[in-house]
């Protein structure tokens, strides 16, 4: 997000245009605003600071992915950035997390830990990446067992890893082979950790232990003999070598999790349905729907799936405050991206449209779950 000098007159103009143009300028101004104040040592009025954060997780919450991913950049070392802000940000897809998780000192230890046990993959590795990562940090990362993650700690030289840390990173690396170069760079690699090592890594790893340790080549082929044989007696008791699977509904648990933050801080709006769309993000859009409406998950994932009744979709939209005319749209955007579901051709989507009919919103989500559940 570049820098912009924005007036503060200019705010408000910018505060009522639903242009993203307008909207990067007003969060560039915001955060110009913020940087100003930091730099002069002053900190905001709490009234102003308290405005301040609302602005921004309203504005975020809509934003474009590239508008967010600039915020993300600049945001990453503020001392000053709101922590609701970060952590919604933190949980974002990786592109916009990645320098939050990387820099931000808003992230203590306890929001890198549920990081861990909340996001994906690819955020945990962004984790255990983080330079000067606590020993805390450290531990839960070696309890979580994430060959992925494991292996990324283990190339982060500035993680405060101890002595019994780097003994267990070695074991594991019998069963991980990922670890072992990493493991052969870390200074704090011990010439008996490295014999260790030595029996279950190629041939240039191998030289690498052995210049840079000095160590014994003909003793170490002793340690690789005892070692394969060993191997052969584990194969033999129905041992077999680890593999690495994405952990299934992963990307769907984090998603849930994040409208969850948005919704406890009030910011989970009926415009948030179509950032997830325009993303090709459709479990998100699921998910932010389901929390709308206080309807049950599955009964939206029915909706989406319907091979005949988009009219589901447009009563669930319909109870959450969609309008009409923006329907036909999210019916087009869920389609596009969920081969052709919910279908029901022109005809079903004329029938949905009728969905919003002059009644309540209460009333379409009643008849939704009615619906539904037919």
């Not at 990387?102 to 203590?108: E, H, R």
């Not at 080549?217 to 129905?238: D, F, K, M, R, Y």
């Not at 179509?274 to 909706?303: T, V």
Request: charged share 25%; glycine share 6%; net charge negative.
């Amino acid at each position: 997000m570049p820098t912009m000098s924005v007036q503060p007159d200019d705010l408000l103009v910018l505060a009522r245009s639903r242009d993203p143009a307008d909207r990067e300028r007003l969060l560039s101004g915001i955060v110009g605003i913020c940087e100003d104040s930091d730099a002069k040592g002053q900190n905001l009025d709490p009234v102003v600071k308290g405005l301040v954060e609302s602005i921004f997780m309203a504005l975020v919450v809509e934003a474009e992915h590239d508008i967010r991913r600039r915020l993300a950049d600049r945001l990453a070392t503020a001392a000053w950035a709101p922590p609701a802000l970060v952590n919604v940000l933190a949980l974002d897809d990786i592109e916009v997390a990645r320098p939050i998780i990387a820099a931000s000192p808003i992230l203590k230890d306890e929001d890198l830990i549920r990081l861990l046990v909340e996001a994906t993959i690819e955020h945990q590795i962004e984790v255990a990446r983080r330079p000067r990562l606590s020993n805390t940090v450290v531990q839960a990362i070696l309890s979580g067992d994430e060959p992925a993650v494991l292996t990324a700690l283990a190339a982060n030289d500035t993680a405060d890893i101890s002595a019994a840390d780097m003994r267990r990173l070695v074991e594991t690396s019998r069963r991980i082979a990922a670890l072992r170069a990493p493991l052969v760079r870390h200074p704090k690699l011990n010439s008996d950790l490295a014999s260790q090592l030595y029996a279950w890594v190629g041939q240039s790893l191998r030289s690498a232990i052995v210049s840079r340790f000095n160590v014994d080549p003909e003793a170490l082929e002793t340690a690789i003999a005892e070692a394969a044989s060993e191997a052969h007696g584990n194969v033999g008791a129905g041992n077999a070598p680890t593999v690495v699977w994405e952990r299934e509904g992963e990307q769907e648990e984090m998603e849930k999790r994040l409208i969850d933050k948005l919704s406890d801080a009030g910011q989970l709006r009926p415009g948030y349905l179509l950032r997830a769309l325009k993303e090709k993000r459709l479990s998100l859009f699921e998910a932010a729907l389901a929390r709308l409406g206080d309807f049950e998950p599955a009964q939206i994932r029915k909706a989406v799936a319907s091979p005949d009744k988009p009219e589901l979709l447009g009563l669930a939209c319909a109870a959450v405050g969609i309008d009409r005319g923006a329907f036909p749209t999210i019916l087009a955007m869920v389609r596009d991206i969920n081969e052709g579901r919910p279908g029901g051709g022109d005809e079903g989507e004329r029938r949905a449209i009728g969905a919003f009919g002059p009644f309540a919103s209460d009333i379409a989500a009643t008849a939704f779950r009615k619906a539904v559940a037919g």
